[in-house]
């Protein structure tokens, strides 16, 4: 039997195991009771606000909610607790003069304020897609090659991080209360927390890192790495989408914070207290992995018009298999290595040929960047090869889409698709993969899943886990994929649904508030995330 990786506490190890239980408990809110609780508000801060801007000409501007499956879980927390949402509201401030009246008494129809923070043009190239894209997200998945460290890119973020927390100040300060609690979801954000103490704005803080947290080998290439892990300790919770993320913070602390003394805090969780550069430490760290709304992508895969979608999308394959991928157009998602793969498939089990289609659906994304544009040749040019190799009449082996779907057209392509494959190099979650459970309402499909998705350790019993960089054993992987049988692949899929529905987008925010909004010093939160491990 080939090895898999057993996912375990704060680490992984090699393992001939075939299948892996799930970690994580049942969804509830069994922490400090919200009735007993003291009844603050949740101030969500992040990068954008929930919002989509339109400009119609000679009627000015106007602002529609956005959608999302973290959308859905913050607006019911937000709506619960007399909540606000601080964020860029999408356009840059030197093209809006008037924008920020239209957006002042701004309420969202779930009844939660929105407060925006304009950005000029400068702040966001710099901050946004300077810091955030081309420092922290390629350090973070491990992209060692196309990092760049720029002072100007620092200098950029702090001031940013700066102007956001006086945006929060001033939310803090119309009825402020020791128990309102600021919920930072952005990276570009790990400084918000210092710059709040440094304005003297008390209040409770969490932050929820959606990226992987690296190794100390990788963490340590950071010219800023000591600034950077002060901000993230300066929050009262840190939350990380894995226990391999909260185990490489941690190792991360204890190399660089001597002051700071880790410990078990119970319930899965760790405390962190003590001294970092003349700040004092009070922090509890732990994983929360994110979900999905799975019961509202299953209710509207089912509707009749998806299911009509989904019929001529298998019928316009001609009774083909259909292997199907939702990537954006990034290194991290591993669609060149994909494609080698389905190629080896091919060259290896040729009974596959003119029987099984991969659709590779390749959202754009940062094309003004050159790397991007790199990649994008890379894969458009992979798939001119497989398909003059294999093609034949009436059969092309690769079907490539370079757009993104709307949603419904996603839907479909997922009922449509007879196994999906999910298999980048190195992601925090990977929420496509649990999307594409929660759409198959007849149970029919298979999941291919790389073993470096955040998903991996709650989808591990119903997937077939792969390792990206390992050509053959993916391709051995599509061949089991489209080869499983009826009996088998509702096994699994049943597994994988459960696990989807079970711990969703609302039991990951229950998780993070339970624990943020939990009485300190003391006792930790009596919801024991990891008991039963």
Known sequence: MAHKLHFNRLGIQMSKTAS????????????????????????????????????EEGQGWRVSPAQGALISALTAVLGDRRGVWIGWPGVAQEETPGLRRVLAGAIHAGGFSLRPVMLTAQERRNACGGFAGEVIWPLFHGLTAEHDFQPAYWQAFRRVNRKFARATARTLARGASANDLVWVHEPLLLNLACELRGLKAGCRTAFFLHLPFPAPDLYLRLPWREELLGGLLAFGQAGFQTELDLANFLACVRMLAPGVTVAQAGGGLWSLRGSWRGNAVDLWAGAF???????????????????????ALRDSFGGRQILLGVDRVDRTHGIPEKLRAFAAALTRFPELQDQATLVQIAIPSRENLPRHAALRSEIERLVGEINGAFG??????????????????????????????AAPLKAGMHLMAKEYCAAQTDGRGALVLSELAGAAPQLATGALLVNPFDTQGVARALRQALGMKERERAHRMRRLREEVRTHDVFWWADSCLATALAERPGEVPTRDLWSHV
């Open 392 to 421: 034949r009449p009436g059969w092309v082996p690769v079907c490539y889409l370079h757009r993104e779907p709307d949603p419904e057209e996603r839907l479909a392509w997922y009922r449509a698709a007879d196994a999906a494959v």
């Open 20 to 55: 892996i239980p799930s970690i994580l408990p049942e969804r509830r809110l069994s922490g400090p009771s919200r009735a007993s609780r003291p009844r603050g508000r949740c101030i969500v801060v992040s990068d954008r606000l929930p919002i989509a801007l339109t400009c």
């Open 289 to 311: 992995p994110v979900g999905i709304d799975a019961r509202r992508t299953e209710e509207r895969a089912a509707r009749p018009e998806v299911e009509r979608r989904a019929a």
